[in-house]
C-alpha cells in the first residue's frame, strides 16, 4: 500500500477529530473572553461549536468502529470459542453496515433538500448543506471501517486467529 493511503488508512479520523475539536476549544475559549470581558457574543461563535461537536460525533462514530472501541455488551463473547465469536462480530458488522446504508440515504434526502432550497446557517449565512453533511460523511466513514472489519473478521476466521477486539475501556 503506497505510504500516503496507509498513513490515512491509519489515522484519517484522529486529524480530522483533532482539527474539529481545536476549533471547537478555540472558538468556545474566544466566545468566553468575549462575553465575560467585552459583555458581547456572536451567534456565529455558537454555531461554529455546535457544528464542530456534531462533525466530532460522526468522525468519532467511525473512529471507535474502526477500532472496535463502540459500546456493546460483550459479556457473552466471554464464554463463547473463537469461532463462534468471530460469527458474532461479523452479524453484528453486518447489521451495523444495513443500519448505516440506511442512514446514509436518509440524510443525504436532508441534504438534498437544503441544497434545493438553499439553507443557509443563521448566524455564519453559509449554506447549511455544509453542516449536515457531517451525517452522511460520518456514516460513509463508518461504512468503509465496517467494510475493512469484515474483512479483517473473515480472514480471521478463515486462518483460524482469534478476532480482533479492540482494546477494552475496563478490564
Same mark, same amino acid.
Given at each position: 500500500?503506497?505510504?500516503?493511503l496507509k498513513s490515512l488508512n491509519e489515522n484519517a479520523e484522529r486529524w480530522l477529530l483533532l482539527m474539529f475539536y481545536v476549533m471547537l476549544v478555540a472558538t468556545m475559549f474566544i466566545e468566553v473572553l468575549r462575553r465575560e470581558v467585552l459583555s458581547y457574543s456572536s451567534i456565529w461563535g455558537e454555531e461554529i461549536v455546535r457544528y464542530s461537536f456534531?462533525?466530532?460525533?460522526?468522525?468519532?462514530?467511525?473512529?471507535?468502529?474502526?477500532?472496535? #472501541? +463502540?459500546?456493546?455488551?460483550?459479556?457473552?463473547?466471554?464464554?463463547?470459542?473463537?469461532?463462534?465469536?468471530?460469527?458474532?462480530?461479523?452479524?453484528?458488522?453486518?447489521?451495523?453496515?444495513?443500519?448505516?446504508?440506511?442512514?446514509?440515504?436518509?440524510?443525504?434526502?436532508?441534504? +438534498?433538500?437544503?441544497?434545493?432550497? #438553499?439553507?443557509?446557517?443563521? @448566524?455564519?449565512?453559509?449554506?447549511?448543506?455544509?453542516?449536515?453533511?457531517?451525517?452522511?460523511? @460520518?456514516?460513509?466513514?463508518?461504512?468503509?471501517?465496517?467494510?475493512?472489519?469484515?474483512?479483517?473478521?473473515?480472514?480471521?476466521?478463515?486462518?483460524?486467529?482469534?478476532?480482533?477486539?479492540?482494546?477494552?475501556?475496563?478490564?
Amino acid at each position: 500500500m503506497h505510504p500516503i493511503l496507509k498513513s490515512l488508512n491509519e489515522n484519517a479520523e484522529r486529524w480530522l477529530l483533532l482539527m474539529f475539536y481545536v476549533m471547537l476549544v478555540a472558538t468556545m475559549f474566544i466566545e468566553v473572553l468575549r462575553r465575560e470581558v467585552l459583555s458581547y457574543s456572536s451567534i456565529w461563535g455558537e454555531e461554529i461549536v455546535r457544528y464542530s461537536f456534531i462533525y466530532l460525533a460522526w468522525i468519532g462514530a467511525a473512529a471507535a468502529v474502526k477500532e472496535r #472501541g +463502540h459500546i456493546r455488551i460483550d459479556v457473552i463473547l466471554q464464554y463463547v470459542g473463537r469461532r463462534t465469536k468471530a460469527v458474532l462480530y461479523i452479524f453484528g458488522d453486518i447489521v451495523m453496515f444495513a443500519v448505516a446504508v440506511i442512514a446514509v440515504i436518509y440524510s443525504l434526502e436532508v441534504v +438534498h433538500v437544503a441544497w434545493k432550497f #438553499g439553507s443557509v446557517t443563521d @448566524g455564519l449565512r453559509i449554506s447549511r448543506v455544509w453542516f449536515l453533511m457531517a451525517v452522511p460523511l @460520518g456514516f460513509s466513514l463508518v461504512l468503509l471501517r465496517l467494510v475493512q472489519s469484515f474483512l479483517r473478521d473473515v480472514a480471521d476466521l478463515r486462518a483460524g486467529r482469534p478476532v480482533y477486539e479492540g482494546d477494552k475501556l475496563f478490564d
